[in-house]
């Protein structure tokens, strides 16, 4: 298998996606030619050719709602938001029309359209190329939302994506594009959208995370196992429909649970994680849950690495529920 | 009767100079289109349409104004909720749809009864729309006139101002690369202009030279905004320069000319020329909506010139003129019109609610397990 | 006291702030000439002339963001979104801007913009005139975000908002527009932003509302009352920053309680409830919280009155955190 | 030296007919204005500048260019992080703030430090900015070159490409109710008039009538897209008929006819005539940002017109020409600019982050309750 880092893993699955079926096209700021700014989309223009693979004039509303149509009628969008913190100017596209295509037509109509666009933190870019605005589409009826954590679920999620009949928001944490190599199946590996991963078993408590904030939990669950305290790491990789039965099966082994999240905590996604934990298993609960996440004001530049959680802040929160 | 041509001849020709990009950039306050003098008086120049068409086209009009006439009054009577009228725009309507074809794909705003009714969508399931029942396309989830189809390539429209301008982008786009020879054509209002989805969809459409259609049916009025509120340019067809296309100007109450530049900007995009902005110059005779008291900001006299020049009247005059039209055939015709609509009212006004069941379905494609749950958590409750 | 309609005791707020601060203008779609499509702003036009209450072209983009620039240079805009499903266009004006200019600048600058926007079902306008985009809101730091239940509350509130140097979110439950009226203070009636009311005392459980969603709860407390069940109903009024001492106390005494929304569910406010509860009190809880809301579907039209938290729902809800 | 004046004296009249709307609306390909040649050729009419301004003109550029040269270096170094050069626009900047007043608002986007250097921002906040540090006026939350502040009427900029330009339209519009004779100015690039919020302050702005211009700097490039790809139009001026504004093309790399058309342009609104859109055309000389390569997408041929064509080269001819410049004043302008950047790197690079505790200031007017909790919790957590 070849070794590929997380941008190189998603670029193989747009390029392999794309050979399969013609009718997917990309498109998005700066894309084309010089393959996007983080460079995922590198090649594909020169592959594909300059219909199939486009760069748009600045405008998100232009990008979503043409994806739209395009979708309504038998092309299968997928296409680039530069940063998620930009996705704002096509919220009304996404909420009002993409998520309601189908609804609103008596299932006349969909609009399967992928939107990936980089999230998070960790590469200093201050309130407007840091944002984590999951909870937004989570909250969305008719959305489908997809955070992968690691090189291989992100090539076999996009490629679920790119084939699901529905719209899916298709986060990318770009802190780890580059930082993060690994073994990645070539060819047909297909990851289902709507299915959990236990990255790591344990016992003692359960840490609920996805995308950049997997790596950080593992990182502190090898830490807590130096003192004996065996955590286990689920990577939820679809927020939403989020697989319950994988979160509620870990809730009722170990009884403590830690949800991890960069974005701001009110009305976060933390906040779903807790409220349907508390209402299907609260008598397996041996302490609150417990949220670590980012803060309730904009993302900041210079204190950025006190905002974003890291392993010390989740032991933390590992430790308010194992002394409950 | 005095008989006028403002359109030039050399203007009836498929890829005429008055769709070129340079004559209309150039010429923000270039005339509008007109064939159909005001008032009923005639064109010498005979439109090239066989005189049975002329007759059907006229016949459509009455349709669509028959249907507006019975839903505001189905409005009144509180057997549908709500209702967009759309008298004054029977031309505008049925003149630009008469220039499409069955391949090209329509997105609209919610007065376009007329052009989906011309494009055969069944007035039964039109009217079960208006209900919202369980005989309704859309399944009873949209409010009245959020209708569509893909069986007549209409898409289904929404109630956000402008948002499906470039959904029609797309659709252009989505035809090229499915290498189909069709034209999308997209319906808005002079309020329309103002939105970001107008000027994303004319910036998308216009750089990628796409085959798509924009008519902007200017009907002075975004519910109590006048134009001049709306916009400082003369003409909203001046918008077009800044976005590199071109742009016309048609009067909108004249069935013939809005049929003839439409034929032309719908023929112009279809051969690979890219997009053309099209204003039909209207008045919104009745009020926004159902909802809406037009007497609270519309002076009467404004309306009165507007009466003279109502679509029908002046058609009729001309197809009179030319002898194509009688007294007999106009009673038929609303006789036939009202007949059709009052039938299809009584056979779908039986009809009831979609089941609860439906009302967790086409989310997404499959039912997920929240759903489910939230249904029968519903089904307890209830 | 004159008694009032919802939509009059706004009337008068804003009335009577524009005669009191000569910086506060007011601009929306139709606002002016005709007082709006619900005639929230009747007559402002006539007494404050077309320079402070403007009729705007149609693009929400502009009208939050002119909002902004004339809070940051000394005006008081108080604008009106004809409906809160017409919001998102100027999302990203509300999130990105709206909410940052105070942090982003240092505290240099600031924005108090108040938007008011009708929101929520009761008045059959299916998807796209009965949405409740509250969670949005909440979710975003820097916003304040207010509903009121009743008139004079409508007054009050709107009146603090319009005072406030912050940001302020403020959603009229349309279907109350007409359909209440009661007494309302004339003049200085301040209600002060981020304080809850306990509008009916309880001891058996709690009902967490606001809007539209406090007579309902209201008419659910009477209608267990006749059974002998006694429910204390919270109407929140401001849901961020919220008022959480009184949600505690309240959970203290009755260690049960129901969450109602009529905005979806997923990651919508009573998420949010539900975690701040769990993690400050769950040892006073008897019965998980139970959330009433609407469903994670867009807004229907024809079944409407199913998808609306009605009396009987949250009596439903009562009775799982009774039983329990 | 050849000398030539494309301007027309007519034209740097107050309200003379170059800013009438129906000319420029009639006229969507006129002519660029300028005043210098290209090359370093010379005006001939003199502008009406005094000699001693002329000469702190040229000095201003440098200080932006030596700015820009320094800070590029610095992120090299790694002492700051990231930033945004403005290399080619000296001429865009320092023509443009000349022309404004004290009392009027600038609306920035991120590439704008000559204008905010100009109007007096203190070369050590600046730096402090692009540091993140605690004496930084935006208290280290934001991205380099996102700074401003009331206290030379300068706005904070965001990132997001356009949103300030109808804040710059608010900000007028304000001055307007509150009876300030100020004016607002806005700076976008070519790629911002493709968004929304372009679309929707244009609409505003020209509908109201409101004092604020629209300086869109035309560098040639969003990132890597060039003109031809965001706009159809052949000028961006050709967009300012869609709105009815009037629109100019100006010779943004000709700092005098920038400042002339820039003054024109501010007095109009002033004077109460409504907004004016002002293209400025020039090209960005260097990267994108310190973190794009623009060798992928620009060829190097490209750029070598645009040398000849540098800002400050043209305009030192031109001194040079009329006996105002010399070698030795290259040289001491050089020095100071780069002795006084040094200074203040010196002055602020030892000064500290921001204090924790600021990371939940300034959210709201007071640290509501939750924030205080969240920054315990980093207390205890950290
Ligand atoms: C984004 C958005 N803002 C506001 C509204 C409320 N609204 C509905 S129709 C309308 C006016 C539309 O005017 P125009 O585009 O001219 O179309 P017309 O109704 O005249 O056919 C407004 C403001 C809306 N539906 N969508
Ligand atoms: C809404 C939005 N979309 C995308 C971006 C990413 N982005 C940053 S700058 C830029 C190009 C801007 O081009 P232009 O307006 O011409 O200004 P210039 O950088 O050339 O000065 C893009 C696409 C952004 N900042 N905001
Ligand atoms: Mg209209
Ligand atoms: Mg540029």
Redesign the interface.
């Known amino acids: 298998m070849p070794v590929l880092t997380f941008h190189q893993a998603i670029n193989a699955a747009l390029r392999e996606e794309m050979r399969r079926d013609e009718?997917i096209?990309v498109m998005g700021?700066?894309v084309g030619?010089?393959g996007g700014?983080f460079r995922v989309t590198e090649g594909l223009q020169q592959e594909f050719g300059e219909?199939?693979v486009?760069?748009?004039?600045?405008?998100e509303?232009?990008i979503?709602?043409?994806?739209?149509?395009?979708?309504?009628?038998?092309?299968r969008?997928c296409i680039e938001i530069q940063f998620s913190?930009?996705i704002?100017?096509a919220?009304?596209?996404i909420?009002?029309?993409l998520?309601?295509?189908?609804?609103?037509?008596?299932?006349?109509?969909?609009a399967p359209v992928v939107v990936r666009t980089p999230y998070g933190g960790g590469v200093?870019?201050?309130?407007?190329?840091s944002q984590s605005p999951e909870?937004?589409f989570?909250?969305?009826?008719?959305l489908?939302t997809v955070i992968p954590s690691n090189p291989a679920d992100a090539k076999g999620l996009l490629k679920s994506a790119m084939r699901?009949?529905?719209p899916v928001i298709f986060m990318e944490p770009k802190r780890l594009y580059r930082s993060m190599r690994e073994e990645v199946p070539e060819g047909e590996h297909l990851v289902p959208l709507?299915k959990a991963r236990i990255a790591r078993e344990g016992s003692d408590a359960t840490l609920l995370c996805y995308g950049a904030m997997v790596p950080i939990c593992l990182e502190a669950a090898s830490r807590a196992a130096e003192s004996g305290t065996e955590l286990e790491v689920i990577d939820l990789r679809t927020l939403?429909?989020v697989d319950?039965e994988s979160i509620l099966a870990s809730v009722r082994k170990t009884g403590r649970v830690v949800v991890v999240h960069e974005?701001?905590?009110?009305?976060?996604?933390?906040?779903?994680l807790?409220?349907q934990i508390?209402?299907r298993v609260?008598e397996y609960?041996q302490a609150?849950?417990?949220?670590v996440t980012g803060?309730?004001?904009?993302f900041?530049?210079?204190?950025e690495s006190?905002?974003v959680p890291d392993a010390?802040?989740v032991l933390?929160g590992v430790q308010r529920v194992l002394k409950y | 009767m005095e008989t006028k041509v403002v359109l030039n001849p050399e203007d009836l020709r498929p890829t005429s100079r008055f769709l070129r990009p340079a004559h209309y950039a150039s010429n923000g306050s270039n005339g509008m289109v007109q064939m159909l003098g005001n008032e009923g008086s005639q064109a010498t120049r005979q439109p090239e349409i066989a005189a049975e068409d002329l007759r059907a086209m006229y016949d459509w009009m009455v349709r669509v104004r028959a249907f507006d006439t019975r839903m505001v009054n189905l409005q009144r009577q509180g057997r549908i909720a709500f209702f967009v009228p759309s008298t004054g725009e029977e031309a505008a309507q049925i003149g630009t749809a008469w220039a499409l074809r069955p391949e090209d794909?329509v997105?609209p705003a919610y007065r376009e009864q007329g052009v989906a009714l011309f494009r055969g969508y069944p007035l039964d399931a039109l009217i079960c729309q208006m209900m919202g029942n369980a005989q309704?396309?859309?399944?009873g989830?949209?409010m009245p006139d959020?209708f569509?189809?893909?069986r007549i390539r209409f898409?289904?429209a929404?109630s956000?101002v402008g948002?499906q301008?470039?959904?029609?982008?797309?659709?252009?786009?989505?035809?090229?690369?499915?290498r189909e020879a069709s034209v999308?054509v997209v319906y808005f209002g002079d309020g329309a202009t103002s939105t970001?989805?107008f000027?994303?969809?004319m910036?998308?459409a216009a750089?990628?030279q796409l085959p798509v259609v924009f008519f902007c049916k200017n009907n002075g009025w975004a519910i109590s905004l006048p134009y001049a509120k709306q916009c400082r340019a003369e003409h909203l067809s001046d918008k077009a320069i800044g976005y590199g296309m071109p742009g016309v100007r048609v009067d909108g109450n004249d069935v013939l000319a809005v049929q003839a530049v439409a034929s032309e900007a719908i023929e112009w995009a279809r051969s690979g020329n890219g997009p053309v902005f099209v204003e039909l110059i209207t008045q919104r005779m009745g009020p926004h909506s159902t909802a809406d008291d037009p007497t609270r900001y519309r002076p009467n006299e404004l309306l009165e010139p507007w009466k003279q020049k109502d679509p029908l009247h002046r058609f009729r005059s001309y197809l009179e003129g030319r002898g194509l039209w009688t007294e007999a055939d106009e009673t038929r015709a609303w006789a036939e019109a009202d007949a059709r609509i009052n039938a299809a009212i009584e056979r779908v006004e039986p009809v009831g609610p979609p089941p609860l069941e439906s009302i967790v379905?086409?989310?997404?494609?499959e039912v997920?397990?929240?759903l489910r749950e939230q249904l029968d958590e519903l089904k307890r409750e209830g």
Not at chain 1, 138 to 142: K, M
Not at chain 2, 136 to 139: I, P, T
Not at chain 2, 165 to 178: K, N, Q
Request: net charge negative; with cysteine; glycine share 10%.
């Open positions: 009718r096209m700021e700066d030619h010089v700014v219909e199939r486009v760069d748009t004039p600045l405008n509303i232009g979503v709602g043409a994806a739209i149509g395009m979708a309504m009628t038998g092309i969008p913190d930009f704002y100017p919220f009304d596209q909420v009002n029309e998520a309601k295509v189908r609804y609103r037509s008596g299932g006349q109509f969909s200093r870019g201050g309130h407007y190329h909870a937004y989570v909250h969305t009826a008719g489908t699901s009949e529905d709507g939403w429909p319950i974005a701001p905590r009110a009305c976060g996604y933390g906040a779903e807790v409220a508390a209402e609260i609960l609150p849950v417990v949220r803060l309730d004001t904009p900041p530049y210079t204190l006190h905002y010390q802040r933390t | 794909w997105f309704d396309y859309m399944k989830r949209q959020h569509g189809t893909p898409m289904a929404s956000p948002t301008i470039p959904h029609a982008v797309g659709g252009a786009w989505s035809a090229r690369l499915r999308s970001g989805d000027h994303a969809g910036t998308f750089v990628q379905e086409d989310v997404y494609a997920p397990w929240h």
